[in-house]
Structures are given as C-alpha cells and as structure tokens.
C-alpha cells in the first residue's frame, strides 16, 4: 500500500476495524500495512479508541504482549439503543401496518439495512461477553436480522429451512408446535450447518408465543449443541405468562396492542430496556 498521510491513515485503520469485528488483529498488520513504526500505530489506535468509545461506536481493546494486538467490539450504549427502539416503535404503531386477521406489516422495516445494522448491533451488544460460536435463525424474514447480528458479531450465520432441500444434503428435522395456534410444522437443519456442542445465538424477527424459536431449541438439542441466548426484535405482548413457551429471551419491541376494529397499534421497549 502506497504511503499515507496521518490523516488519511486514520480513515483507513478505522475502516479496517469497522470490517472486522471482534478479529484481534496485530499492530505488525498495521504496520506493514501502512509501512509506519509501531509507536505511530499505537498513537493512530489511541485517537481511534477515544473516538469510538466517545461516540459510542464500540469499544477498541488493546491486548498486550507477543500474542497481543487490537480487537474491536461493536457496542451501542443503553441511551442510544433506547432511542433508537423508541423511533422504531413510533413506525411500528403506524395504522397502515395492520393486516387482515390482526397481522402486523414488517417486511419494509426488515429489508431497511440501516435499521437492521443498528437492531443487530444492540442485540449484539445484548449478548456481550457470552461466547457464541454461531447466529441461527429460520427462513425467511429473519434472515436479515440474522445476518445483521452475526456482521456484528464476526460470526457465521445457520439457516433452518421449513422444508428439506436436497441441495443441503443429508438434515436433521423435526415437528414443532406453534405456540399461538397449537399446529404442527416441521423444520430442519442440514448436518454440515452446525458443528456438535456449538454455542448458538438465535435470532428472529417476530416471537408470539414462542412455538418457533422453542423448536430451534429443539433441534440444538440433535446436534448436542447449547443456546447461548435468544434474541427477538419484536415480541407479542397478547399472550399470557403460562402460554409462553419461552422465557428466557431479549426483545427491542414489545406489542401490547394490534386492534383491527379502530386500527390501533402500541408498542414500547422490549424487556431488554429497564422498566
């Protein structure tokens, strides 16, 4: 790489890191790279460190010694998170949204990458300091929550499939009950997806109940794998504590209200926010 200005070094060193999440990068990576002395470099990080962490874009650890380098975490503080979920709920009450049968429309808002970056970073930030090997989610629509958790994350993103592909290779799959209409589905995982005991964060777009992300559970459970957490953008809040058929999950976005009759929609920060 040709030789920079300081100036024009920094913009490059901070995208460098912007691309790679949580990847403990070397300073002689830098240093090669910008053909700069290791104390330049060291100064370089410092102004970045400062500024990501002033502007609440994550933090940039520093690790010492021969093995040592830089990593950084993307991190979203709890003031920006909740902002931040508040303007998501202002659109998520608009009446427009509701569909025949008391269906919310959503499918606009998940195929915003600008907002599911920012989801996917407070649900990262969520699951801090857990060690997760893999995001999971079933297709379709949360897929790109999903993806952008795991970019988050610097981890690989497995799919569930409702139907068998023969293009997956030999699957695991099994029946699940749907926790809000008590019927049976099927879902299924190839074998080469998941690696045995791996540690999985699953994501999803849309929780009522809980039947769907209970049976990704399940499935783990086929592979000896472990959930590392659960982690919804929006949760259904018109189902009752004993019907739930899971309680150990983050949400952004609690519905407490979708009412066809006078078109009105109520949403507000999910249990992830203090109450």
Same mark, same amino acid.
Request: with cysteine.
């Given at each position: 790489?040709k030789k920079?200005?300081r100036?024009q070094?920094?913009v490059?060193?901070?995208q460098f890191?912007l691309?790679k999440?949580?990847?403990?990068l070397?300073?002689?990576?830098?240093a090669?790279r910008?053909?700069?002395a290791?104390?330049?470099?060291?100064?370089?990080?410092a102004i &970045?460190?400062? $500024?990501f962490?002033g502007?609440g874009? =994550?933090e940039?650890?520093t690790? !010492?010694?021969a #093995?040592?380098g830089?990593r950084y975490?993307?991190?979203?503080p709890?003031?920006?998170a909740?902002a931040?979920?508040n303007?998501?709920?202002?659109?998520l009450e608009q009446?427009?949204?509701?569909?025949p049968g008391g269906?919310?429309y959503?499918?606009d808002?998940?195929g915003?990458?600008s907002l599911?970056e920012?989801?996917g970073?407070?649900i990262?930030?969520a699951f801090?300091?857990v060690? &997760?090997?893999v $995001?999971?989610t079933?297709e379709?629509k =949360?897929?790109?929550l999903?993806? !952008?958790t795991? #970019?988050?994350?610097?981890?690989?993103?497995?799919?569930?499939?409702r139907?068998?592909?023969?293009?997956e290779?030999?699957?695991?799959?099994?029946?699940?009950?749907?926790g809000?209409?008590?019927?049976i589905?099927?879902?299924?995982l190839?074998?080469?997806a998941?690696?045995?005991?791996?540690?999985v964060?699953?994501v999803?777009?849309?929780?009522k109940?809980?039947?769907?992300?209970?049976?990704?559970?399940?499935?783990?459970?086929?592979?000896?794998?472990e959930?590392?957490g659960?982690?919804v953008?929006v949760e259904?809040?018109?189902?009752e504590k004993?019907e739930?058929l899971?309680?150990?999950?983050v949400?952004?976005?609690k519905?407490?209200?979708v009412?066809s009759?006078?078109?009105?929609i109520?949403a507000?920060p999910?249990?992830?926010?203090?109450?």
């Amino acid at each position: 790489m040709k030789k920079l200005k300081r100036s024009q070094r920094l913009v490059d060193m901070t995208q460098f890191l912007l691309e790679k999440p949580h990847d403990l990068l070397p300073l002689s990576t830098f240093a090669e790279r910008y053909g700069a002395a290791k104390s330049s470099v060291s100064e370089d990080l410092a102004i &970045i460190k400062e $500024v990501f962490e002033g502007e609440g874009m =994550g933090e940039l650890q520093t690790l !010492a010694g021969a #093995a040592g380098g830089v990593r950084y975490i993307p991190r979203m503080p709890m003031d920006m998170a909740l902002a931040f979920v508040n303007r998501l709920c202002g659109q998520l009450e608009q009446s427009d949204r509701i569909l025949p049968g008391g269906y919310l429309y959503m499918s606009d808002l998940l195929g915003l990458p600008s907002l599911m970056e920012q989801a996917g970073k407070i649900i990262a930030t969520a699951f801090y300091g857990v060690e &997760i090997d893999v $995001v999971m989610t079933v297709e379709t629509k =949360g897929i790109p929550l999903a993806y !952008a958790t795991a #970019a988050q994350l610097g981890l690989p993103v497995v799919l569930v499939r409702r139907d068998h592909q023969v293009t997956e290779g030999s699957a695991v799959s099994i029946n699940y009950v749907s926790g809000s209409h008590k019927s049976i589905h099927t879902m299924s995982l190839s074998r080469r997806a998941l690696r045995e005991k791996s540690r999985v964060l699953i994501v999803d777009d849309f929780m009522k109940a809980g039947g769907t992300v209970r049976g990704m559970v399940d499935l783990l459970g086929e592979f000896n794998a472990e959930v590392a957490g659960v982690g919804v953008l929006v949760e259904s809040g018109a189902v009752e504590k004993e019907e739930r058929l899971l309680h150990d999950y983050v949400s952004l976005v609690k519905l407490t209200e979708v009412d066809s009759k006078v078109r009105r929609i109520s949403a507000y920060p999910g249990n992830y926010f203090p109450s």
